[in-house]
């Protein structure tokens, strides 16, 4: 297994800030896997910006395989971190090759449970990289490593000898992994683009109406029926006679827990969260903070900067042309209470309004939702960062949203019969959002709460109005103890997956910046999950749990301010210089020849607009969806040569 010997390595490696992770930080990789024939090589410049630090490729020595990779280096910087990795080749011990985006977070103590549980393997270490603990650990379990894993990941594993093939997604899907389908393989890659340039066929209206619904591509209808996202959780085999098979390894609500009765919430809440901010703080470059006056950024902000020997870096982006309050002056208050070097980066509307342009651009996936992270990190990587840190997260786990208000009520207008609900839309944009609830259950009208377009606007623009409410294999489905467990996997599992993670991916990426997220530590996630809702319920405030977990941390006005946040003046933009943007963007959308909208219903939509009828969001996702068509040309049933992949 372990090929020509390395020099004698050791288990562990450094303490503290700094212990590698590895070259899978925020990089990426594509995969061609033949069954039949030689396998392809494909175009790592088409994800170069998700590592522009070094690039590398491997061909099987049978030449079925072909594996590409590009790296953000953030971990041992060394060669010793470079992919794809390959065991028994330049003194790594294992076997098969490796690509991997992400970071395992519990690597080190993988690595002493691999020595102390194979001691006569002869295991060596080469470098520091989390990467090579993942080679070694596939190497000595296979698939049963998988669950083992904590962190934000997504790889592909193949063993030659064996012709096996094993992709795996992290827990909550922190990480994307993409793939085709074909009569002669499979295709992996870490963005659509590579797979819907080379293998992709044309969107259905059915696309365009679960995108339109949403604001974004439900992961179970990725725009492009040619592409399909590997669902968090789930690992794939492909192996020579076996086919595919793809399953869970992971159900939330099922990790170990220390008994009710005698375990504190407050405290161990408080126990999770700092220890996974410890571990999102391990990097060999620096690690920035993303800080504005709100509660899950300015926790964040605090346990790092305690954790940070060498001091923490805070960023607060303003904007001149922001409507509402200015949450600067705040942001940099709180840094300076928490001891950290601040910066706040403020922009004109001229370079705000060119960042909206850029954001569109750059999407893998339409969104209306990915322009703030864009500015953001754009920001940011501006003073040669390459590591933030985020509060995402908390809402889904903590309560912090509307939704936990308003499930119950929703369940409850459900149970009205359909045709009185029918009756109430004839009259008002809610009542059509009402009539439109498909069941009354906690999922589905958590879910539902977050959609865009109602069937009565599907219906004017020709498009199916079906249900599209991101589904779940009935495997997947697990009890939950409660309304509020409910409502929390409903918006983890729906809204913060499909448009928040996404987009964190996407937009941090498009500018080579890594988003880490601590609040979405597995251990963490799983354990507020699965506590009682009266135990996150019974504080006079909402996130109470994680306000009393953290209280010492905030200085007490800033636990009862109300954050301000910021919010740009799209509508009068839309209606002032970003108009052409608006008119250009709609004009694509009714002259494609994949999925046009009738130019009555665009200009019905319009007026509505700018009568005040339709919040500025419902046309932008068509202006969104207009740019991008236009940037991603897609093979058409009209275009027969496209048809036969060669665009």
């Known amino acids: ?89 330049d003194g790594f011990w294992g076997k098969g090759a490796l690509v991997f985006n992400g970071e395992i977070y519990n690597h080190q103590a993988l690595r002493a449970e691999l020595a102390a549980g194979y001691p006569d393997a002869g295991i060596t270490w080469r470098g520091t990289s989390d990467t090579e603990t993942l080679l070694v650990g596939l190497s000595l379990e296979g698939e049963a ?165 060498k001091g923490l870096e805070t960023f607060t982006v303003g904007f001149d042309a922001a409507a509402g309050s200015d949450e600067t002056a705040m942001a940099a208050e709180f840094s300076a209470h928490c001891g950290a070097r601040h910066h706040v980066v403020r922009l004109t509307k001229a370079e705000t309004l060119q960042c909206v342009e850029e954001a569109v651009e750059k999407m893998d996936l339409p969104s209306v939702d990915a322009i703030n992270m864009y500015i953001v990190c754009r920001a940011v990587r501006g003073f040669d960062l390459k590591v933030a840190l985020s509060g995402l997260g908390a809402d889904e786990i903590f309560g912090g949203y509307p939704s936990f208000r308003d499930a119950p009520l929703l369940s409850l207008l459900a149970r009205v019969p359909r045709p009185l609900r029918h009756l109430a839309g004839l009259f008002s944009e809610p009542g059509r959002r009402l009539a439109d609830l498909p069941d009354a259950s906690m999922r589905t009208v958590s879910l539902f709460r977050r959609r865009f377009w109602t069937d009565h606007m599907l219906r004017l623009s020709g498009l199916p109005t079906r249900d599209f409410l991101p589904k779940e294999e009935a495997e997947t489905q697990v009890p939950l103890r409660d309304a509020f467990a409910q409502v929390s996997w409903a918006e983890s599992s729906g809204y913060m997956r499909n448009m928040l993670l996404r987009d964190a991916d996407q937009m941090s990426m498009a500018v080579s910046i890594e988003l880490r997220v601590p609040f979405l530590d597995l251990d963490l996630f799983d354990y507020v999950l699965s506590l009682p809702a009266h135990e996150k319920t019974r504080y006079d405030r909402t996130k109470g749990l994680l306000v009393e977990a953290c209280r010492d941390l905030l200085p007490e006005r800033f636990l009862t301010a109300r954050k301000q946040g910021f919010s740009l003046p799209m509508r009068e933009w839309m209606e002032g210089s970003l108009r052409p943007y608006v008119r250009r963007g709609l004009d694509e959308v009714v002259a494609s020849d994949v999925g046009a909208l009738p130019e009555r219903f665009i200009h019905r939509l319009e007026a509505d607009f700018a009568a005040g009828r339709l919040h500025w969001t419902r046309l932008w996702s068509l202006v969104v969806l207009g740019h991008y068509l236009k940037r991603n040309r897609v093979p058409s049933a009209r275009d027969p040569f496209l048809a036969r992949g060669h665009a």
Not at 164 to 169: C, F, T
Not at 188 to 202: H, I, M, N, Q, W
């Open 1 to 89: 297994m372990a090929g020509p010997s390395p020099p004698p390595g050791r288990i562990g490696g450094r303490l503290g800030i700094g212990l590698g992770g590895g070259e899978g930080l925020m990089c990426g990789f594509l995969v061609d896997f033949r069954s039949m024939g030689k396998a392809e090589a494909l175009d790592c410049a088409e994800i170069a910006h998700r590592g522009p630090d070094a690039r590398g490729v491997w061909t099987s020595p049978d030449g079925t395989v072909w594996m590409g990779h590009v790296r953000l280096s953030i971990l041992d910087l060394s060669p010793a971190g470079a992919q794809p990795m390959v065991g028994g080749s």
């Open 145 to 309: 490593f998988v669950p083992r894993l904590r962190g934000m990941f997504a790889f592909v594993w193949h063993v030659p000898e064996e012709r096996y093939l094993l992709a795996a997604r992290d827990a909550l899907g922190i990480k994307p992994l993409y793939y085709s389908r074909r009569p002669e393989g499979l295709a992996f890659a870490s963005e659509v683009r590579p797979l819907k340039d080379r293998y992709g066929t044309p969107p259905s209206r059915g696309e365009f109406s679960a995108y339109l619904q949403w604001g974004a591509c439900p992961e179970t209808m990725i725009l492009f029926p040619s592409v399909t996202a590997l669902p968090p959780a789930h690992v794939l085999k492909a192996g020579p006679g076996a086919g595919v098979e793809i399953r869970r390894y992971w159900k939330p609500g099922r990790l170990p827990r220390v008994a009710e009765e005698s375990e504190n919430p407050v405290r161990r809440v408080r126990a999770l969260l700092e220890k996974a901010v410890r571990e999102h703080l391990l990097s060999d470059v620096p690690v920035a903070s993303f800080l504005s006056s709100g509660l899950d950024s300015s926790l964040i902000t605090a346990l790092a900067a305690r954790n940070s020997p």
